[in-house]
């Protein structure tokens, strides 16, 4: 079985600009849920989605948004950039949310 | 009342010896709690997890001791190996909440 894969694997954007990340779960995986890892703040939940509705979400601002299609494929946005949205983004991939399976993730680099 | 807190940050164990590794958790309705190992360059992948209905689990060389008036679980490494040279992070949820809550990690090092 494929496992949870990320694109792109990394990404550098300047302040202000927007950004747009993809992640494919495991076959017959309904939830996706995105974190953020930084060294400061370690990991933290972004947002979760379920049958492409959104079921949870973290203590992060509106410029953080994302969404999930038929096929449980998911993308998470960030617009207007900040220097300090520099991370690794990972997606996990579960069945139905409790067993999460992460994939490589994305680094974005904000210059 | 969300909060994980483990401990300790950083761990050098020999070769062999027995690798430990501290959470502690405040709310009272989670009732699922992995221990993930991440490698430099990698995403986290999940170890073992363990349900409060059970105080101890074990595969292999790795074992998650619960203790749930305590509100503390902890991860224990067997004849730790050079292999095992990772960041660990321990977590809590609500089952199919989809929103696990991370400790800060624990930086293991072993030397041969």
């Known amino acids: 079985k494929a496992g949870v894969t990320q694109t792109p694997r990394y990404l550098i954007k300047t302040r202000g600009q927007q950004v747009t990340l993809s992640c494919s779960p495991i076959?017959?995986?309904?939830?996706v849920s995105w974190y953020q890892q930084t060294p400061g703040q370690g990991l933290q939940f972004l947002f979760e989605?379920?049958?492409?509705?959104?079921?949870n979400k973290g203590n992060f601002p509106g410029r953080f948004s994302g969404r999930q299609f038929s096929n449980s494929r998911s993308e998470m946005n960030v617009s207007t950039l900040e220097l300090g949205d520099s991370a690794l983004y990972l997606c996990a991939s579960s069945l139905e949310g409790t067993e999460q399976f992460f994939g490589p993730g994305t680094r974005l680099t904000v210059l | 009342q969300q909060q994980v807190k483990q401990s300790p940050q950083s761990l050098i164990v020999q070769k062999g010896g027995i690798s430990i590794i501290n959470c502690a958790y405040e709310n009272t309705a989670f009732d699922y709690f992995p221990w993930y190992q991440q490698f430099p360059g990698k995403g986290p992948a999940l170890l073992i997890a363990i349900r409060p209905d059970v105080s101890e689990k074990k595969e292999g060389r790795f074992t998650i001791s619960f203790n749930k008036s305590a509100k503390q679980f902890s991860l224990h490494i067997m004849d730790s190996q050079p292999g095992d040279s990772a960041t660990y992070f321990c977590a809590a949820t609500k089952e199919s909440q989809g929103n696990l809550i991370f400790g800060k990690g624990t930086k293991l090092s072993v030397k041969p």
């Open positions: 989605y379920f049958s492409e509705t959104q079921r």
């Open positions: 076959s017959g995986h309904r939830s």
